[in-house]
């Protein structure tokens, strides 16, 4: 059997869910014999790759380049993981739509303007700030999502409990805070 082919992706998040991902200990290792990661922010890869079999994603979608990058993560994945809260429901990063309208302005004002210790001035040329969305996104409102792996973030065996039953075809459902299979 071909070994799959796993990614991992860091949208809007903390990085707080990779690091439990970490924290899957000598699991990695095992992981390591089973599978290869062809994308992941732990990696120097700079384009998503084509045939990917499984995809777990952190963040929100907040930005222009989250957009298309999470676009561009379903054409090429067959099973995409919404990897943490703020995949599932945008959760911190999405504190600013309660601002309503204007909020992506009013963040950037007051990340490079009034918090600026000097040259105050929101960067506007391209390539440098993504164009922040107007409303921060769970990654199911843009893309079609195959399972949600719940958690800020996700304890390790919960992650291992999925990863494992993904792995050998098996379909797992969420009962309560529990993830449960067959
Ligand atoms: S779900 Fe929690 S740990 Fe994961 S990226 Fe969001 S804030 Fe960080």
Same mark, same amino acid.
């Given at each position: 059997?071909?070994?799959?082919?796993?990614?991992?992706?860091?949208?809007?998040?903390?990085?707080?869910?990779?690091?439990?991902?970490?924290?899957?200990?000598?699991?990695?290792?095992?992981?390591?014999?089973?599978?290869?990661?062809?994308?992941?922010?732990?990696?120097?890869?700079?384009?998503?790759?084509?045939?990917?079999?499984?995809?777990?994603?952190?963040?929100?979608?907040?930005?222009?380049?989250?957009?298309?990058?999470?676009?561009?993560?379903?054409?090429?994945?067959?099973?995409?993981?919404?990897?943490?809260?703020?995949?599932?429901?945008?959760?911190?990063?999405?504190?600013?739509?309660?601002?309503?309208?204007?909020?992506?302005?009013?963040?950037?004002?007051?990340?490079?303007?009034?918090?600026?210790?000097?040259? !105050? /001035?929101? $960067?506007?040329? &391209?390539?440098?700030?993504? =164009? @922040?969305?107007?409303? %921060? *996104?769970?990654?199911? +409102?843009?893309?079609?999502?195959?399972?949600?792996? !719940? /958690?800020? $973030?996700?304890? &390790?065996?919960?992650?291992? =409990? @999925?990863?494992?039953? %993904? *792995?050998?075809?098996? +379909?797992?459902?969420?009962?309560?805070?529990?993830?449960?299979?067959?």
């Amino acid at each position: 059997m071909d070994r799959l082919r796993i990614a991992t992706v860091w949208l809007g998040g903390c990085s707080g869910c990779h690091m439990s991902f970490l924290d899957l200990d000598e699991f990695l290792i095992e992981l390591a014999g089973m599978v290869d990661i062809v994308y992941s922010p732990v990696m120097d890869v700079k384009e998503y790759p084509e045939n990917v079999d499984v995809c777990l994603i952190e963040g929100a979608v907040c930005n222009e380049d989250n957009l298309e990058l999470v676009r561009q993560i379903r054409e090429r994945t067959k099973v995409l993981v919404s990897f943490g809260d703020c995949a599932i429901t945008a959760n911190v990063p999405a504190i600013r739509n309660q601002l309503g309208l204007g909020n992506a302005e009013s963040v950037l004002q007051r990340a490079y303007v009034e918090g600026a210790e000097s040259n !105050p /001035g929101v $960067p506007r040329e &391209a390539g440098i700030v993504p =164009a @922040l969305l107007e409303r %921060v *996104l769970p990654v199911h +409102e843009v893309v079609r999502v195959e399972y949600f792996l !719940p /958690g800020c $973030p996700p304890p &390790a065996e919960r992650i291992k =409990a @999925l990863m494992v039953q %993904v *792995l050998s075809g098996a +379909e797992p459902r969420l009962e309560g805070s529990q993830l449960k299979f067959g």
